[in-house]
Structure formats: C-alpha cells, structure tokens
C-alpha cells in the first residue's frame, strides 16, 4: 500500500511563513508527478504547485512569488514553502502524486502498476 504522509499544517498569523512536508511510503518503484493541492471552506479543491512527469514545476498563478515547491530526491519528498501567508490562504492541503508502484518483496525491473494518490491532508489555519 503506498501512501503520502503530509506535516507542518497549524495555525499562523498573517504575513507569517510555513513550510509543509509530502513524504511517501510503501513499495514505490517511481513518482512521475508530485505536488501540492488546497481546497479551502466551501471552495473547491485547486492547483497550488506541482513537479511535472518531466521535472519542470507549474504553481497557480495567483501564488507565484510567496510559494516554491522544492524536493528531496533521495526522500521522495516534496515540500511547500509558504511566505506571506494571508487569511485567504487558509485551507486543507493535500499532497498529491501519481506513483509507480511494486507488490513483490524485491525491487522490480517494471512497476506493478500506477496509482494517484492523495495524502490526508494538513489544515493551515492564517489568523488575520
């Protein structure tokens, strides 16, 4: 079973900085794409940064210059720094990848399959 394990949610004050953590767990043969989604009260969940298949990033344009998605190859891990943070960032965010995964004891030559997966998510909570 593979999961995404996210952490550094909490409550903020306005103008404040955060940085979130995505770690991945399980039989992983390789992670095509991974980033960070939020879906605020009453909004839908939307696009906040993302490593693509071909390694370049993509961010919602409306976060370009107070968020940057970084990683940790050896990890697996990605993280969201976040900077300047305003009320209206207050949201669930979650992590989100497609994964190449293995169901045997030993590491393949291919994946087994591929899933996307979301973590559980990480409140973040920017007091006015």
Do not use: H
Request: proline fraction near 4%; charge should be neutral.
């Amino acid at each position: 079973q593979v999961q995404l394990v996210e952490s550094g949610g909490g409550l903020v004050q306005a103008g404040e900085s955060r940085r979130l953590s995505c770690t991945p767990s399980g039989r992983i043969f390789s992670i095509n794409r991974m980033g960070w989604y939020r879906q605020a009260p009453g909004k839908q969940r939307e696009l906040v940064a993302e490593f693509t298949s071909s390694g370049s990033t993509n961010y919602a344009d409306s976060l370009k210059g107070r968020f940057t998605i970084s990683r940790d190859n050896a990890k697996n891990s990605v993280y969201l720094q976040m900077n300047s943070l305003k009320p209206e960032d207050t949201a669930v965010y979650y992590c989100n990848a497609d994964i190449g995964y293995y169901s045997g004891s030993y590491y393949p030559l291919e994946p087994t399959g591929y899933l996307e997966v979301w973590g559980q998510g990480t409140l973040v909570t920017v007091s006015s």
